[in-house]
């Protein structure tokens, strides 16, 4: 398996688990132990490593963007959040092009930018024909 789908695997488990109390993510873990991760820390970032001041100036400017008042209009209100939403993608991919080295993420990382800023001018097309 894949190391990504391996990824997508265990983050599914760990979703799954929160629903219904983390049965699925030991038997996730059981079924798929996952090799160390180098690099891997889950603190906040102090300025020291700018991998991690990349990616949480991203998501932080992500959900900043997403925290615009809604209007009650479903359409509207989807184009509005989802375009902070793909830019976050694009910035967070931009970061793994910048400080990461494997080809395969690296790789997706290319395809996320191209697909989210296609999608992206979709729905900033869209505003400004419904606007």
Do not use: C
Request: proline share 5%; net charge negative; hydrophobic share 45%.
């Amino acid at each position: 398996m894949l190391e990504v789908e391996r990824m997508l695997v265990h983050a599914a488990a760990i979703a799954a688990s929160v629903l219904f109390g983390g049965s699925l993510l030991a038997e996730a873990q059981q079924a798929s132990p996952s090799k160390s991760m180098p690099g891997m820390t889950m603190t906040r970032p102090d300025g020291s490593n700018p991998e991690i001041k990349a990616f949480s100036e991203a998501n932080e400017k992500m959900h900043a963007a997403m925290n615009s008042p809604l209007t009650g209009n479903a359409d509207w209100d989807f184009a509005l959040n989802m375009i902070p939403h793909h830019q976050g993608a694009i910035d967070m991919a931009r970061a793994e092009l910048r400080y990461g080295a494997d080809p395969e993420m690296r790789k997706l990382a290319k395809s996320v930018i191209a697909a989210q800023e296609k999608e992206i001018a979709l729905m900033k097309l869209w505003q400004q024909r419904h606007n």
